[in-house]
């Protein structure tokens, strides 16, 4: 094995935390090195669940007096350009947790971190580890369904703090400034991230709408819907923070000329296709068992070591260029929202 990757984690307050520590904890390429956030118990929590014994209030401390090759950002959104732009400087990769940013100003910051210093960066989507989501990328690209002329994604659940998420994690997603928005930010994030993938290029336009109207304590949105209108095709993205039911609440729908898939929120895919062109009385319904990844992809930290370790570029949906225009795309559905009308991008 070769030189081990010396990881410090910058911030403990994102939720995510706790299962990418375990993830990094379980590759044996990488070493935890330090952790630093604000909150003692949650550095408290690093050390007794995850044996990191070095530990600081700020994490400057941690990156003047720590030997690091990489960082996992779990701050609040708004920090995370301020992160990426100190340890860039210093040739310190960077992993963050998705959104990429709470505003394109941010995003902006990043990218341009990225290539004045030359170090990798990488937006984590959970999604994009998902078997089921990934074979239907590749059924996709492949043309198994023919072209794409709409892509639904719907992630959903009762509300952070109504499912349990830590009071650390919740304050902060309940402030626009700390995250950019509630449920809109939080989790249209994800069908953006999707769309774009899939469809492979940006919306011309986008429409959406979101308010406060079941989680009334709320001063940001609980429900947002947003439309992407790409020419010849739709995208659409919702979020909900007061849907009731078993957690998640999540899935894809990706429609094309030629079939449909669905990806159901247990990550069961299904596949509808026509078995002779054409023929659209004689459809075919498959239940299809998505074929494990390949190493090196089945989480974001195993894919984040690979790349730099072995010197490779980040990919979409997970690149900073990429996770830029998703940030785009986001700012320009608040723009929509809050003035009531298209917005070409």
Not at 112 to 140: D, E, L
Not at 173 to 194: H, Q, S, T
Request: some cysteine.
């Amino acid at each position: 094995m070769g030189k081990r990757l010396r990881l410090g984690i910058v911030g403990l307050v994102h939720d995510h935390v706790w299962s990418l520590l375990a993830q990094f904890k379980a590759l044996e390429q990488v070493v935890i090195v330090s952790a630093a956030d604000v909150n003692l118990p949650l550095l408290e929590a690093a050390r007794s669940k995850f044996g990191i014994r070095r530990l600081y209030r700020n994490f400057l401390d941690m990156i003047h007096k720590e030997d690091l090759d990489a960082v996992l950002i779990c701050t609040e959104n708004s920090r995370h350009a301020e992160v990426v732009e100190i340890v860039a400087e210093r040739g310190i990769h960077a992993i963050m947790e998705k959104p990429m940013s709470a505003n394109l100003e941010q995003a902006d910051r990043i990218v341009r971190a990225t290539r004045r210093y030359g170090v990798k960066v990488m937006v984590n989507y959970p999604t994009t580890w998902n078997p089921a989501i990934q074979y239907a990328y590749h059924i996709v690209r492949e043309g198994g369904i023919g072209r794409i002329f709409h892509i639904r994604f719907r992630a959903a659940h009762a509300g952070p703090k109504e499912i349990g998420c830590s009071p650390y994690f919740y304050r902060w997603l309940y402030d626009k400034e700390l995250n950019g928005g509630g449920a809109f930010m939080d989790y249209c994030c994800y069908g953006v991230n999707i769309a774009l993938w899939f469809i492979g290029y940006k919306p011309r336009s986008v429409i959406a709408t979101m308010g406060t109207f079941a989680r009334t304590y709320l001063t940001v949105d609980d429900n947002a819907i947003l439309i992407m209108e790409y020419g010849t095709c739709l995208g659409v993205a919702e979020a909900s923070w007061a849907q009731i039911g078993q957690y998640p609440m999540r899935g894809l729908t990706v429609n094309g000329t030629d079939g449909t898939i669905f990806v159901d929120q247990d990550s069961t895919l299904k596949l509808f296709h026509i078995r002779e062109k054409g023929n659209y009385r004689d459809i075919e319904s498959k239940i299809l068992t998505p074929p494990p990844p390949p190493k090196g992809r089945r989480s974001g930290p195993e894919y984040f070591t690979m790349c730099v370790q072995e010197d490779l570029p980040i990919e979409p949906p997970l690149s900073a260029e990429f996770n830029r225009d998703v940030q785009e795309v986001l700012e320009a559905g608040i723009k929509s929202a809050v003035e009531g009308r298209r917005i070409y991008l």
